[in-house]
């Protein structure tokens, strides 16, 4: 349960963060990012798009890749459909998080509204002076990946440096949207989404937050 628990905060941190601008933004970077972010975070209702999903662990002799397709309505809805190696989907709202893995016969939900309010109060309703009271943030240009910027973000909190330990982003420097991810757990596993082809605004079919929908 306690991976379980793990994986429901970092798909609702993806949820949130995958709408969300500029908001993670360190002094660094401040001025141009957080003014030019700012409307664009506003002006987000929903997103779709792809992602590519890679799992490192001490326990696996290689890393897990998988792609799916995603769905969000914001503040609190997400649905990301796996499609490779595996059908899986997971769904997400305010107080449940839900998977449903039929090769392994698992239809398992959970309650996450705790773990939702942590995130809406540590990663959301947060100015950049206050994300900065609670963690150490170092944006720079990306080294590896061209015109984006690398924000960097390490928990001052023990309380959140016990799942989480520290979560980099990528930013595009031209449309000011988060590109990719990497979150770092206490324990040295991590987890990395890079999204693609993500459409801003779009009317999204209420079968997509249903256990068999997907944008193909």
Not at 24 to 31: H, K, P
Not at 67 to 85: E, W
Request: one cysteine or more.
């Amino acid at each position: 349960m306690r991976g379980q628990a793990r994986r429901g905060c970092c798909l609702a941190i993806v949820a949130a963060l995958a709408s969300s601008g500029s908001a993670f933004q360190s002094a660094d970077l401040f001025d141009e990012i957080y003014a030019r972010g700012r409307p664009l975070e506003a002006s987000i209702k929903t997103l779709t798009g792809r992602f590519i999903e890679e799992s490192t662990s001490a326990l696996l002799s290689k890393p897990v890749v998988a792609r799916g397709t995603m769905a969000v309505i914001r503040p609190s809805q997400i649905a990301l459909h796996y499609q490779d190696p595996e059908r899986r989907t997971v769904l997400i709202d305010a107080t449940t998080l839900r998977v449903i893995w039929p090769s392994r016969s698992l239809d398992q939900q959970m309650p996450i509204g705790a773990t939702q309010k942590r995130i809406q109060r540590y990663f959301v309703d947060q100015s950049p002076k206050q994300l900065r009271s609670q963690f150490a943030i170092v944006a720079t240009e990306a080294s590896d990946r061209k015109g984006a910027w690398l924000v960097t973000m390490v928990p001052k909190r023990q309380q959140i440096r016990e799942g989480l330990s520290k979560l980099e982003l990528w930013i595009e420097q031209d449309t000011v949207m988060l590109s990719a991810l990497r979150m770092t757990f206490a324990n040295g596993d991590t987890k990395r989404m890079q999204f693609d082809e993500v459409r801003l605004n779009p009317a999204i079919d209420a079968a997509l937050f249903k256990p068999n929908g997907s944008l193909d």
